[in-house]
């Protein structure tokens, strides 16, 4: 009963918070998708297929911080530092992250939360159906804008570290209810105000950035579907 409770106060909370915000952002959102069109070719928004609770797969949008066709390019989903894919004003977007601002909508839509485990790429943790246990338990609640994972180091973290977290928000949503929630959110806004942790690290310096996606990639699906005794715990 009070995890139920505590469902449907979270929905509400998204809901009236993302309405109002969308609402009260809408000049902001205008302007910022003035300045993506001025400064590079192609849309305002950037749309991806990511997955959700229950592995559903839905469209997220952000606003577009790289150049066009940039998942097929270079280091693919991962975005180190000086990434040369990124436009000018994409990366005050990234380093405000005002880019994450269009998935209010998401969050209205209902497709994830204000607060949840970060929504991977469809692709990106390999087969769905064959993950391991400790990789399909942060599927089972909705996606969020931020979690747990990014106040815990974000980009700095490995997957294994961020499904950790993940799952340990699974267990303490359940135990302390939204009250996790807003501790997560503040704590979310002093990071977006410290630009804290916001690129990705290579496993080597010395690889490229391509070398460095594909390695790290292969590795984040190979422990991905680890046999459920041998996956690892921070």
Known sequence: MWYL????????????TCSVAL??????LI????????????????IQERRTKNGKIFKMYKFRSMITNAEAMEAGLFNYENDPRVTKVGRFLRDTSLDELP????VIKGDISIVGPRPCVTYELGDFETLNKKYKKRFEVKGGITGLAQIQGRNEN???????????YIDKFKKQGVWIDFVILITTVIKVFKKQDIYEEKANDNMNAADAAKFAEEEIIRIAHLPDEETTTI
């Open 158 to 168: 490995s997957w294994d570290e961020k499904v950790t977290y993940d799952n340990l």
């Open 31 to 46: 302007i910022l998708a003035i300045m993506i069109k001025c400064d590079s070719d192609g849309p305002a928004l950037f």
């Open 103 to 106: 998935q209010l909508w998401n």
């Open 23 to 28: 609402i009260f952002l809408m000049p902001l």
């Open 5 to 16: 409770i505590n469902k449907f106060i979270k929905r509400a909370f998204d809901l009236i």
